[in-house]
């Protein structure tokens, strides 16, 4: 298990630093392929944590709604929204990325979106085509789906490491993360998660071991296609065009085949 998905609040002190960048460019992907027609869209996040993203959106006078399969990142961000007065405009609720049409009726969203490899944790096939079925099926003609996602090179990676930390009050969270590369058979990275968190009465460390699902291109333009979803565009964590680059994380704008002429 992912340890640092057990505790909300210290999920949400390490990554709500930056989220409001990340919703500015999610915002302007939505400007390009979604018409702006009405006052507010509305938003969909699968597996939102703590609310980071939902907060802002919500605070941006959009409509959010979003599920987590774990009750207390679901009852973290309720919290969060009531707090912020935004009860009237954001709704949490519990669910998982293969089970959650009940909660969206048919065309009823206009932007999903995915962030930092949530997708991956989807480990096999037929978990990855369940959740892409749902989210054609919640999306108006016109809506995207916009997935961040890194793409593999299995023959050319190697090990790698990200350090993250921040702080709120008198607690202040560090992240060490370790990823051993997927090969092209198994197709599973290998994620190690080392905390360290500082509270004025006392010093503690978790670790934890989790997978992510690897996809190269080719794999994932096949899942895709089995889907029934068209890329629209491909951007960086900048909003700019990949084209032939490689990057480490790009974002997938995507759109279910039948609607894919719909431009916007």
Sequence with gaps: MNDLYADASLYDILYTPGTAAEVDLHER???????ASRR?????EPACGSGRYLRVLGGRGHRVLGFDIDPAMVAYARRGAKRRGLERRLRVAIASMEDFAHLAPPASIDVAFVPVNTFRHLLDETAARRHLAQMARALQPHGIYVVGISLSRYEEEEPSEDVWKAARGRCSVRQIVQYLPADRRRRRETVYSHLQIRRPSKTETRDARYELRAYDDKQWRRLLRAAGFTRLEVVDDRGQAVGDREVGYQLEVLRPTHAAGNRG
């Design 40 to 44: 507010a869209w509305r938003w969909l």
């Design 29 to 35: 992907i939505a400007r390009r392929w979604v018409p």
